[in-house]
């Protein structure tokens, strides 16, 4: 299974180049939710191989060196645009949509083999944006990925994991062990999905992401509640939660401390201390056995510290880049 319509390549899109009504309502939202942060983005896409269409924003300053931000497993692109002013007067700064997310195409995780798959569409992006070794930021699911890039790849300049990175643990909260059984999982998200889906996603980012939701604007609930219709995201979020463990146990990928800690690249951890996935104590024996990392607890801080109010993050990814 691969959901995508065709939209134009090679240059920005505006909410009318999409075709589909539900994607058109998302690129609207996003594009609101850019502005509310006075933001200059572009959302472009490209075809890869590996996984269809990539769509990705990109902003910031054409001649700086390259960021690219990795989300979470529940969160797409966008959720990086409040971070996106610290980075774009000297960056230049490239979020891409994992495929299942946003509006990049939805393939079916099943019967893949993970560690490649990952990454694979990753690679392409950064091919065809003549993109060698960036700074890479990467949350959660988006950690994970970072690592394989560095491990498997040598694709990473700077290294930055902000809030728990998948990787480090084959534990999972009670809602994602769950998520792990096939058919439970397509009843859970589905009770889930009931009701006002502005309201639900608030919730959900409550429940999983966020302590303080202060400085969450109603837009970017406007954005995640437009994203449960874009075509064929339900089926590939639940082929990729199945894929990522079986009856409440993640794959054995999900933990690989023992080949992080023999990346060398110049690496920061911005940890939560109300981390809904893990402690900081899972996060910091890891970070004090590389060679070249930082480690920063961040207390009251949930998954998505970012999302906090205040600007310790932004301070935080913006000073290690200009180290």
Known sequence: MSVGTTVPEGRALSTDDWPHPAERRYADAQARLADHYDLA?????????AAGRVHYLAGGNPDGDPVVLLHGVGTPAATWLPLFPSLTDEYRVYAPDRPGLGLSAAPSYRDRDLRSFLVAYLLELLDDLAIDRPHVVGNSHGGLQSFLLALDHD?????????????????????FRLLTVRGLNRVLLWLLSRGDPVENARQSMQRINVIDTAAIPDVFYELLAAGQGLPGRPESQRSLATAQGSYGRAHPLFDIRNEIVRIDRPTQ???????????????????EKMPTAEFHELPGDGHTPWLEPGDDVAELVRAFFDE
């Open 41 to 49: 983005v572009e959302s472009r896409v490209t075809e890869t191989d």
């Open 269 to 287: 951890f911005i940890w939560g201390t109300e981390d809904a996935f893990y402690p900081p104590t899972v996060g910091r024996p890891v970070a």
């Open 155 to 175: 694709r990473v300049d700077r290294l930055q994991l902000v809030g728990a990175p998948g990787g480090v643990s084959r534990d999972l909260p009670l809602m």
